[in-house]
Nanobody
Framework: VKLLESGGGLVQAGGSLKLSCAQSGGTFSSYAMGWFRQAPGKERELVATITSGGTTYYAESVKGRFTISRDNAKNTVFLQMNSLKAEDTAVYFC?????????WGQGTQVTVSS
């Protein structure tokens, strides 16, 4: 399984970005997909997940602002990020998981200027 993230960039506080993660290899629809982020000097943290059945979970810090979704026909998972804050600045990583395997993308930088 290979994952390729895109859509990161520089945005002002209050703005929006939409991240995409395209998966190649494996049966995408069978995987639980997730977005994680890692800010400088901090540990990687969970942002949002979506199961193969479409059930979603969000970290409290992004609930109501971020939306995770998936398009199984395009083997792609998305993260719509609205009302961005400076503290959302991080490298965002895509993850694909089907027990016992897990794969990571290379990450995409999101920078929110205040």
């Amino acid at each position: 399984v290979k994952l390729l993230e895109s859509g990161g960039g520089l945005v002002q506080a209050g703005g929006s970005l939409k991240l995409s993660c395209a998966q190649s290899g494996g049966t995408f629809s069978s995987y639980a997909m997730g977005w994680f982020r890692q800010a400088p000097g901090k540990e990687r943290e969970l942002v949002a997940t979506i199961t193969s059945g479409g059930t979603t979970y969000y970290a409290e810090s992004v609930k109501g602002r971020f939306t995770i979704s998936r398009d199984n026909a395009k083997n792609t998972v998305f993260l719509q990020m609205n009302s961005l804050k400076a503290e959302d600045t991080a490298v965002y990583f895509c993850n694909a998981a089907i027990w016992p395997r897990s794969a990571w993308g290379q990450g995409t930088q999101v920078t929110v200027s205040s």
